[in-house]
Structure formats: C-alpha cells, structure tokens
C-alpha cells in the first residue's frame, strides 16, 4: 500500500509543480502588487482607489451626473458576460444532450466541427466576426442583395456579445456533454414507467444530474468573458470600455500595482461567485420522480 501511495504521488508529481508554477505563484504576485505601492510598500490604496474613484459622464439627455468609473466599468462588464453566458447556456444545454445521445460515430462528428474554430488563433476568429459584422461585410452586404436595410452592429453591445458567444461557445458545450454522455440512460426509462413526461424527466432526472457539468461551462464562459478586452475592443470598435480594458490601460501605462489590484478584485469577485453557485449546487437533490 505504501509503494501504491508513493507511485500515485510522483504520478500527480507534475501536476502540483505546474499548478504551483503557472497558478499559485502568479496569484502570489498579483495579490503582492495589489497590496504595494511603487516603492513596494504595504498599502490599501490602490484597493480604495477601484471603489471610490469618480467621473463626470454626459447621458443621452444632456445631463451630467457623477458615477463610480470602476464600478460602472465593472457592472457593465458583468453585464455582457452574464448575458453571453445565458446565451451559451440556452443553445449549449440542448445540443450537448442531443450529441450525447447521438452514436459513437456521430458524436465524433460533432465535437470536431464544434472543435475547429478552436484551432484558430483568437485574434483570427474576432477579426473574422469583424469582417462579417461590419457595415460592408458579409451580412450587410446579404440584406442588400435580398433588398432589405442594412444595420450598424459593430459598436454595439450586441456585437461584443456575439463575440463573446462565438468564442466562448465551446467551453459551455464540453462540460455539459461530458456529463451527460456518463448517464445512465435506464434512469430516463424508469422515470418514464413512474409517470414523468418528457418535460419531468428533463426538470427531475436531466437538469439535476447534470448540473456539475452547467456549473463548469458558467464558469469557464463568465470568467474569460467578464474579464476579455479584446473582442470590446475591435468588435465594439472601442466604445465599450470593459474591466478587461482597464486592466490592460493600466498595465500599458505602467501602473502595475493598480491593474494588479483590479485584476485581484475581480479574482475575489469571481471566486465568491463561483463558490456561492457551488454551494446552491450541493444543497440541491441529485434528482428523482
């Protein structure tokens, strides 16, 4: 048993160097930032400076009011990848259960096209969505050979969701079809002989069987969403300055500690979120009819 123990051990070996490597010590120093000033003193000021910073916007009326810069930035950063996250949700949940009960073959099939985009380099894939979305791209271009108005959708918030969905599209669809492909289809079969319609087996035996898989694809779609920068940035054509942005615009400027500071704010927020969802998970009723 102890020569088991230690082979499991200098197996998992790697795995904990890299984690510790490539995870914990940059959270390490971004958290050391966070809490440091230009002359690596301790300090609480670039944490106070996220909350109480303020700016003097123009709404569309005219009028002036005074916000919160960082909040505001964050809030509508949340706001986009919630949006983008529901939306993956929505079209991910049902194709993952139709690829999961597909055969072996078609399965395959599947999970490649899924994969494709994927081989591509990021940047190509956004300027692609550029390409199509712009106002003489491919889709403008379509409504007016079919004799309909064009539309403006670069520098919308549509167009960053659009985005955010294209790109992060997979990483919600993977989760869920690795759970649901590890269910045991005689549980849909004795919910039925109880009396469940179609509707009742997906609400009591599905849904709740498959909610670790949901909670992994919310998690791995509403982390990089709420905290990208470059789909604003081409996509919104710069109008929609997101928490992404922020952190980037103080990086380039060499304010290294408070772009340290925003990014371990959003890491708390995040981790919060994500703990409080967990949780929810665990209290709930594997399923049942």
């Not at 380099?121 to 271009?141: E, H, K, P, S, V």
């Not at 969403?225 to 300055?241: E, M, N, R, V």
Request: aromatic letters at 12%; one cysteine or more; proline letters at 3%.
């Amino acid at each position: 048993m102890k020569k088991d123990l230690l082979t499991k051990r200098l197996t998992i070996a790697p795995y904990g160097a890299w984690a510790v490597l490539f995870i914990v010590v940059p959270l390490v120093f971004v958290a050391y930032y966070a809490f440091t000033d230009d002359s690596f003193r301790f300090t609480t000021a670039n944490i106070t400076r996220f909350f109480t910073t303020t700016a003097n916007v123009t709404d569309e009326t005219g009028a002036a009011r005074e916000v919160h810069t960082y909040l505001l930035i964050f809030g509508r950063s949340l706001k986009l990848a919630v949006i983008s996250t529901v939306i993956c949700l929505l079209l991910g949940y049902p194709l993952a259960y139709i690829i999961s009960r597909a055969s072996d073959r078609a399965q395959k099939i599947i999970i490649t096209f899924i994969m494709i985009p994927m081989w591509m380099n990021f940047l190509i894939r956004t300027y692609a969505w550029m390409t199509i979305l712009q106002d003489t791209g491919i889709l403008n271009n379509a409504l007016t050979a079919l004799g309909l108005s064009r539309i403006k959708i670069i520098g919308t918030e549509t167009a960053v969701v659009v985005g955010m969905v294209y790109d992060y599209f997979p990483y919600m669809i993977l989760p869920l079809y690795s759970i649901m492909a590890k269910m045991d289809t005689k549980l849909f079969e004795a919910a039925r002989d109880l009396g469940c319609s179609g509707a009742g087996v997906l609400r009591r035996v599905i849904f709740p069987l498959s909610l670790p898989g949901v909670l992994n694809g919310i998690t791995m779609v509403l982390i990089p969403s709420i905290s990208t920068f470059y789909i604003s940035q081409k996509l919104g054509d710069g109008k929609f300055f997101l928490i992404g942005d922020a952190i980037e615009g103080q990086y380039t400027a060499n304010n290294l500690h408070f772009a340290a500071a925003i990014a371990f704010i959003l890491m708390v927020i995040l981790l919060i979120c994500m703990a409080v969802m967990r949780r929810a998970v665990d209290k709930r009723p594997t399923g049942g009819v």
